[in-house]
């Protein structure tokens, strides 16, 4: 598996194998199991999933090393602040049953996430997460987190997808030393994705699937990624991507498919951020 060095000296594999919305325990148990024998090493999953204890006993029923193991949750924005950031720490970790997390991720850019920061880079320092993160913060809220706070975030994972390519935020995390890593990298399969004839071809002349094609183009970019299945030929299939080379004129094919914006989720609506901050994941 190839992996991307974090600025920290943390090494994160490149395909991470995603559980949204795997929330019953029996089949995320089984999935996370059959990714891990399918040979992905990092799990990502959140306190919001509902699905840590599931991810936790798959994860130390695997027979794999924990050190060969890189397991990311994050933390919901009804515990973003200080002291609350402490205690959801100490339960997600309880529920994965792990004696630390390798990646510890502020899941959206709301509430006090200044203070849950502040929590995290307490958690660094003591060695309880290897590193520390973000995710789904725009570009001025994560300069904004850069300049006002001791630790700067080593990863943002944020939406990146052939139609929403996010190139210069890209560049303004690169300005900054943050690994971004992408959710949804296959847009979640809307917008047709796996019927578009552009990346039909492209696929077609390296014998591979549209999802192949579309997780080597963000390899190819730098961009760790974290597809979701349930199914396992296809968990083994979006990790065979390291035999092929997509060239200059298919990267700009696919380059010239960004729409400029999501049509998933929108970060910057007052709608999503009343939303997000109604969720509430326990009592």
């Known amino acids: 598996m190839q992996s991307v060095m974090l ?27 059959d990714a891990i024998e399918s040979g992905y090493r990092l799990i990502d999953t959140a306190a919001a999933y509902g699905n840590e204890r599931a991810v936790g006993a798959a994860v130390r029923r695997s027979g794999i090393a924990r050190r060969e193991l890189f397991i990311t949750t994050k933390l919901w924005v009804q515990d973003a602040g200080y002291d609350s950031t402490l205690k959801a720490f100490d339960i997600s970790i309880k529920n994965l049953g792990l004696n630390y997390i390798d990646l510890y991720l502020i899941h959206q850019p709301f509430g006090d996430y200044y203070g849950a920061w502040r929590a995290m880079e307490r958690l660094y320092r003591e060695g309880a997460v290897r590193a520390i993160g973000v995710s789904n913060f725009s570009p001025e809220r994560l300069v904004d987190l850069c300049m006002n706070q001791e630790i700067k975030p080593m990863v943002n994972q944020i939406e990146i997808h052939p139609f929403y390519q996010q190139t210069a935020a890209l560049k303004l995390m690169e300005s900054y030393g943050v690994t971004p890593q992408a959710w949804g990298p296959l847009s979640e399969a809307q917008k047709s994705i796996f019927q578009n004839k552009t990346l039909l071809k492209i696929a077609g002349s390296h014998n591979k699937s549209v999802a192949q094609a579309v997780l080597r183009w963000h390899c190819q970019r730098g961009i760790p990624v974290i597809p979701k299945t349930v199914h396992k030929e296809r968990m083994t299939e979006n990790l065979d991507i390291f035999d092929f080379v997509l060239t200059v004129k298919e990267m700009e094919s696919i380059a010239a498919m960004d729409i400029g914006h999501s049509e998933i989720i929108d970060h910057h609506s007052f709608c999503t951020a009343r939303q997000l901050n109604s969720v509430k994941i326990h009592g």
């Open 7 to 33: 600025y920290n000296g943390v090494a994160m594999p490149m395909i991470g194998y995603g559980t949204l919305q795997i929330t019953d325990s029996a089949q995320c148990q089984k999935c996370v199991s």
